[in-house]
């Protein structure tokens, strides 16, 4: 089945790490992104990828950073300069950049900063 | 930026029609209304979307007034499924960026 696979589902780590988030789609689409999402509130959109070896900030991506070496895979690191970082990660991608109705998000990661 | 408008909290029975109404007073001509749901921890499921007619999928059904300003969003039989946060966006179709606002959408809860 096609789809987006995000881990770990569940993500510990110390003050001062970084860590990586992995995202990894067999969809075949050409864009990526990535959003966060803290409790009751709606998604924020951190970093996108429209195609292979390029992505664009979106609007919170200060302590954030993303590679796109390959088209399926979109991995996040979450450095220790993010001042706050426990959250809810979710990774989506689309055929196109562009084309809103054909978002596939994955199951997400909830990072806790112990 | 929120766009949108929509009450924080719905509920409906079992086997009723879930009404979901959603404000965009200011959207604009090229500007398409979305509508997504995200159950608890789960990531965010495309619904529908339509730009001024109506529209209907195996899902639901989206009724869009005729000047635009606000929609609908319609299950027809919810199901204790159908319990989720239901968000309502409008975004330009052929946007280069293809990025999406999520606010804080409607917490539906169909109870049996």
């Known amino acids: 089945d096609g789809g987006i696979t995000q881990s770990p589902k569940y993500l510990f780590r110390k003050e001062g790490q970084n860590v990586t988030l992995s995202c990894e789609q067999n969809l075949n689409h050409d864009a990526m992104y990535w959003y966060r999402q803290d409790p009751g509130q709606g998604l924020r959109l951190i970093y996108y990828s429209q195609i292979v070896n390029d992505f664009q900030k979106g609007d919170i991506a200060e302590g954030y950073s993303v590679s796109r070496e390959k088209k399926e895979s979109f991995p996040l690191t979450v450095t220790s300069a993010q001042k706050n970082p426990t959250a809810f990660y979710l990774c989506a991608s689309s055929p196109k950049s562009g084309r809103n109705y054909g978002y596939t998000f994955g199951s997400g990661t909830r990072l806790t900063v112990v | 930026d929120a766009k949108t408008t929509q009450p924080p909290s719905m509920d409906c029975a079992e086997g009723r029609a879930a009404n979901l109404p959603c404000n965009h007073s200011?959207?604009?001509?090229?500007?398409?209304v979305y509508w997504y749901r995200q159950i608890h921890s789960q990531g965010p499921q495309y619904i529908i979307h339509g730009l001024k007619n109506n529209e209907t999928n195996e899902m639901a059904s989206l009724i869009i007034t005729e000047d635009r300003k606000s929609s609908t969003l319609i299950l027809p039989h919810a199901t204790l499924r159908d319990t989720a946060v239901y968000y309502c966006?409008?975004?330009?179709?052929?946007?280069?960026?293809?990025?999406?606002?999520f606010g804080r959408g409607t917490q539906l809860t169909v109870w049996p």
């Open positions: 200011t959207i604009s001509g090229n500007e398409y």
């Open positions: 966006i409008v975004s330009p179709r052929g946007s280069t960026l293809g990025r999406l606002y």
